[in-house]
């Protein structure tokens, strides 16, 4: 079992910067492939960015692409997600998950965290 907690989430303005932290709990975190998805009113919740067990490969969607930085300190069994030039469409509940491989198919992953609120103000 892994247990995950989201924080550092919140209201910003368009073009402003956010960090996201996820702090994982229970087996060793850095055996887990672990990614961030997100989730609008309304809409299915879809993939943000993906990272490897030893955080050398990243993936991201590319609506985040360029703007978004994936990374991970398994010293602090923590996930970080860096959101710089934020848009209002990236406005959504944000997840940090944890799977046996680092991917941007929502299905392979394991455990999940709470969700932390972003909304960007236009």
């Known amino acids: 079992q892994v247990q995950l907690v989201e924080s550092g989430g919140g209201l910003v303005q368009a073009g402003g910067s956010l960090r996201l932290s996820c702090a994982a709990s229970?087996?060793?975190?850095?055996?887990?492939?672990m990614g961030w998805f997100r989730q609008a009113p309304g809409k299915d919740r879809e993939s943000v960015a993906a990272?490897?067990?030893?955080?050398?490969?990243?993936l991201y969607a590319n609506s985040v692409k360029g703007r978004f930085t994936i990374s991970r300190d398994n010293a602090k069994n923590t996930l970080y997600l860096q959101m710089n030039s934020l848009k209002p469409e990236d406005t959504a509940v944000y997840y940090c998950?944890?799977?046996?491989?680092?991917?941007?198919?929502?299905?392979?992953?394991?455990?999940w965290g709470q969700g932390t609120q972003v909304t960007v103000s236009s």
């Open positions: 990272i490897s067990w030893s955080g050398s490969t990243t």
């Open positions: 229970g087996r060793t975190f850095s055996g887990y492939g």
């Open positions: 998950a944890a799977g046996r491989t680092w991917t941007m198919t929502i299905k392979e992953y394991v455990y």
